[in-house]
């Protein structure tokens, strides 16, 4: 359970109210299994398979109907992708009604996530998750979580993203990546 205090209301839809939490300056909880117990409330992860040979690789991102995008209605689901070069820090937005799923397919991405949804049990609670062609994960990223990466190493990172929605801007709310109130340490952590 996080204890982040509140700050005033980013966005509400009647339903969800999004607001800035005050954390500690930090990367949050790291998480090192697709089951653990310290993701936030709604975040699911899942390996996908990598099969390499001696021309390259191949990964499937998502199949409609299974898996994480299993309740994505086929109807309005897109699939993207953004190439990053290294270094590169993209973050934060959040959506209201937009999940995401990101499968992060070339290079290695640090992945830091935040809960924005007051009342939620994980209400500023931040996880920071490293995937990539090393740790090959799909994580599920729910409305009202602020998401955004930074590409590691000295590859780009390809990103492909399968949201359950068409790209909608109206849904979309940005926070600069160095937003005093998430706090996100995106310095090399020297652990």
């Known amino acids: 359970m996080s204890t982040a205090a509140a700050q005033a209301t980013l966005a509400s839809d009647g339903e969800m109210e999004l607001a800035l939490p005050t954390c500690a300056k930090g990367i949050g ?8 117990p310290k993701l936030i409330d709604g975040v699911r992860i899942e390996p996908y398979s990598l099969w390499p040979d001696d ?23 897109q699939i993207s992708a953004a190439l990053s070069y290294p270094g590169t820090i993209k973050a934060f ?26 009342g939620s049990r994980t209400f500023g609670l931040r996880n920071t998750i490293y995937a990539g062609v090393l740790r090959p994960w799909q994580i599920l990223i729910p409305p009202g979580v602020a998401h955004g990466y930074k590409v590691l190493g000295q590859e780009p990172g390809m990103l492909v993203y399968v949201t ?11 926070i600069p ?3 005093p109130g998430i706090h996100y340490d995106w310095e090399l952590q020297h652990k």
């Not at 021309?55 to 689901?77: H, K, N, T």
């Not at 929605?165 to 940005?174: K, L």
């Open 164 to 174: 359950d929605r068409h790209y909608n801007p109206e849904d979309e709310g940005r």
């Open 55 to 77: 021309r390259g690789y191949f990964l499937e991102v998502a199949r409609i109907g299974a898996g994480l995008v299993a309740l994505f209605p086929a109807e309005s689901m």
């Open 29 to 36: 909880e790291v998480i090192l299994k697709p089951d653990s």
């Open 93 to 118: 937005h959040y959506h209201l009604r937009q999940t995401d799923l990101w499968a992060p397919a070339q290079g290695m991405f640090q992945v830091a996530l935040a809960d924005l949804r007051k």
């Open 177 to 179: 990546h160095d937003e």
